[in-house]
């Protein structure tokens, strides 16, 4: 991490800088895998308790957020996607990015573990140290599988949303764990192979400036192929049903097509085209999470009518 420091009295930091740290357009993806963890899990909840619990998960989030900008400031500041960051542009010092990540940290797991159960604070707690420590500052600069490892953080919210309303782990929330995982890295890399990053001179090892394009198509279509499973397995649970089923038989007849389609491409067809493919499966993978986890509430909420499930 480099020193990236204010200048004093340049410029009066606002809430709007402090709440930018917190990464508000993650943690909306984070709340909302979490909600559906925590509704689709089996037996009642406390409207309260799941409110504590979803808020304290979108607290954690927003706490791995600013220590991962505390963290990466120097990357930050050298890539033209990130430099306008609040640490990178100077409306936030980095010790106060720092305390506020520890303090939100600190504040979001104890508050959980009184308010639902242990479980869900420990699981809650090793989130945002995976992410803070294992992915930012380990293994964001020394691999570039980092984004496949690393998407475990973001793949545990709906775990946590289950342990809140269950204090278990289950066969249930450990698919919809492993359905974001295996997603992370096709989504992220069929954005990487069309826009133009600066990570090479930012140092960051990701895919495509260390082994190139060719090697990253090949990349997308394998863990494609390693996600069909997955999202079809967790339509056979207990969460699953028809609903679920269809919309997961489509989705991913979808994205393996395009999968396909980006590991039979060259650079010369993607310069072509523009990257018309590329920007095609990328689009595709936004709306397969919501989609897929939109399905699992609507069975969630359709099984007390008898339409629901299996």
Known sequence: MSDVSLQEGAYETGMGDYFALLK??????????????????PGPVHPFIGFVGILC?????????????????DIDARMKRTVGRPIPSGRVAPGEALGLGLALSGFSIVLLALAT??????????????YAVVYS??????TPQNIVIGGAAGAFPPMIGWAVATG???????????LIFMWTPPHFWALALFVKSDYGRAGVPML??????????????IYTLLLVPVALGL?????????YMTIAVVMNVWFLKGAYDIWRRTDADCEADKHKVEIGVFKV?????????????????LRPYGFGGW
């Open 117 to 130: 159960n242990f479980l869900a604070a420990f699981l809650l707690a090793f989130t945002i140290f995976f």
């Open 168 to 178: 278990t782990v289950s066969i249930e929330s450990a698919l919809m764990f492993a």
């Open 285 to 301: 993978s936004l709306y397969y999470l919501f989609l897929h986890f939109g399905a699992l509430l609507a069975e969630a909420a």
């Open 137 to 142: 500052m380990w293994l964001k600069r020394a």
């Open 24 to 41: 508000p357009r993650v943690m909306s993806l984070v709340v909302f895998t979490a909600l559906v963890g925590l509704l689709v899990a």
């Open 57 to 73: 998960i979108a607290v954690g989030a927003g706490a791995s957020g600013a220590l991962n900008m505390w963290w990466d400031a």
């Open 208 to 221: 495509t400036e260390t082994h190139g394009r060719d090697i990253t198509r090949r990349h997308v279509l």
């Open 235 to 243: 339509g056979l649970t207990s969460i699953g049903g028809p609903i």
